[in-house]
C-alpha cells in the first residue's frame, strides 16, 4: 500500500482494533493466573522496589496519564485505596496492576503490526510512537505493585492477627 492517507487509516482502525481487544481479553482473563510476586511481575533489582521511577518523575506525570477505571468506571475496578481495604480487595488491585501491564506490554508487541500494513520507514515511525504511549502505563504498574504489595502483607498480618484474637475468644471467651 503506497497511498499515505490509506496507510495511517489501516494503521489508525488496526491501533483501536487491537486495544478494544486488549481491553476486553484484560476484563475477561482469570485474575488468578496473575501473581505480583512472580515473574515477569515481580519487581526487578534495577528497579529499587519502583523507586527507580522517581528518577523519570513518574510522581508528577503518572496521574495524567488516562486511567480506563475513570473513563469506563462500570467495566473497570477504581484504582484508588478504598477506606476499609482488605487483603482480598487488595490482591486484587495488585492482579489488575498484573493484568494491565501484561496488555499493555501485549499491545506494544502487536503494535508493530503496522509495521506490515503501513512498509517502510513510516510505519516503523508510528510502531515506536504506539509502543512509547504504552510505555507510561507499563511504567506505572511497576511502580504501583511494590507498594501495594507491601501493603498488602502489612494487612495480611492484621487480619490474621485479628482471626488469632476471635479464636481465642471464641476458644475461652471475652474477660471482663
Given at each position: 500500500?503506497?497511498?499515505?492517507?490509506k496507510?495511517?487509516?489501516?494503521?489508525?482502525?488496526?491501533?483501536?482494533?487491537?486495544?478494544?481487544?486488549?481491553?476486553?481479553?484484560?476484563?475477561?482473563?482469570?485474575?488468578?493466573?496473575?501473581?505480583?510476586?512472580?515473574?515477569?511481575?515481580?519487581?526487578?533489582?534495577?528497579?529499587?522496589?519502583?523507586?527507580?521511577?522517581?528518577?523519570?518523575?513518574?510522581?508528577?506525570?503518572?496521574?495524567?496519564?488516562?486511567?480506563?477505571?475513570?473513563?469506563?468506571?462500570k467495566?473497570?475496578?477504581?484504582?484508588?485505596?478504598?477506606?476499609?481495604?482488605?487483603?482480598?480487595?487488595?490482591?486484587?488491585?495488585?492482579?489488575?496492576?498484573?493484568?494491565?501491564?501484561?496488555?499493555?506490554?501485549?499491545?506494544?508487541?502487536?503494535?508493530?503490526?503496522?509495521?506490515?500494513?503501513?512498509?517502510?520507514?513510516?510505519g516503523?515511525?508510528?510502531?515506536?510512537?504506539?509502543?512509547?504511549?504504552?510505555?507510561?502505563?507499563i511504567i506505572?504498574?511497576?511502580?504501583?505493585?511494590?507498594?501495594?504489595?507491601?501493603?498488602?502483607?502489612?494487612?495480611?498480618?492484621?487480619?490474621?492477627?485479628?482471626?488469632?484474637?476471635?479464636?481465642?475468644?471464641?476458644?475461652y471467651?471475652?474477660?471482663?
Amino acid at each position: 500500500m503506497s497511498d499515505p492517507i490509506k496507510c495511517i487509516l489501516y494503521c489508525i482502525l488496526y491501533y483501536v482494533f487491537i486495544g478494544v481487544s486488549g481491553f476486553m481479553l484484560g476484563r475477561i482473563m482469570p485474575k488468578s493466573v496473575f501473581h505480583g510476586d512472580r515473574f515477569p511481575f515481580r519487581p526487578f533489582r534495577w528497579e529499587k522496589q519502583g523507586a527507580v521511577y522517581n528518577r523519570l518523575g513518574i510522581r508528577w506525570w503518572k496521574e495524567k496519564v488516562p486511567d480506563m477505571s475513570v473513563i469506563l468506571p462500570k467495566l473497570m475496578p477504581s484504582k484508588k485505596m478504598p477506606k476499609d481495604v482488605t487483603a482480598a480487595g487488595l490482591e486484587l488491585m495488585v492482579q489488575e496492576t498484573c493484568v494491565a501491564e501484561w496488555i499493555h506490554g501485549l499491545l506494544c508487541a502487536l503494535g508493530f503490526g503496522c509495521v506490515f500494513i503501513w512498509k517502510g520507514v513510516w510505519g516503523w515511525i508510528v510502531s515506536v510512537l504506539y509502543l512509547l504511549g504504552n510505555l507510561p502505563d507499563i511504567i506505572i504498574q511497576r511502580y504501583n505493585r511494590p507498594k501495594l504489595m507491601r501493603i498488602l502483607q502489612r494487612v495480611r498480618e492484621k487480619e490474621s492477627a485479628y482471626e488469632k484474637c476471635d479464636h481465642l475468644e471464641r476458644q475461652y471467651g471475652t474477660r471482663s
